[in-house]
């Protein structure tokens, strides 16, 4: 009788213990919380999570830029054919891949919040579905 207490107390210890779904740098994420840096979130009040492109002023400035360029090759003709798409390609790329922001978003209850931003997709790609499993996990 006493050894099959035990059992059922480790197996409830075992499902308290908090399980590790990440942790890279000065990121990690438990079954229980979220920690970016020095800021913690507990899961439990999190309903859902999602990762976020945001696009900075620099980047729309790139845009813009894109535009203009395009406008100016059909205008001027000539050399601008030859020159002007790779000057667009270079603006585009330069706002899609480095001016552009991911960031984390978790629902609650109360509304949303900005967790967690970085330049790399794969990253914030990888914190979301760690995220997304804790979620799962707890229940």
């Not at 979220?34 to 913690?40: G, K, L, P, R, S």
């Not at 020159?83 to 509304?111: C, N, T």
């Amino acid at each position: 009788m006493s050894a099959n207490w035990n059992y059922q107390l480790l197996a409830i210890i075992h499902r308290m213990a908090e399980q590790i779904f990440l942790e890279r740098g000065r990121i990690k994420v438990t079954s229980a919380r979220a920690i970016f840096d020095d800021q913690t979130y507990a899961l439990s009040g999190i309903t859902s999570v999602r990762g976020v492109k945001h696009r900075g002023l620099l980047a729309k400035a790139c845009y813009l830029l894109a535009l203009g360029s395009v406008i100016v090759m059909f205008v001027k003709g000539g050399a601008a054919y030859f020159y002007m798409p790779v000057f667009i390609a270079g603006l585009v790329y330069l706002a899609e891949k480095i001016l552009s922001q991911y960031v984390i978003v978790f629902s609650s209850a109360s509304g949303e919040a900005k967790a967690y931003s970085s330049r790399d997709e794969g990253h914030i790609g990888d914190i979301v579905k760690a995220i997304n499993d804790a979620i799962v996990h707890r229940g």
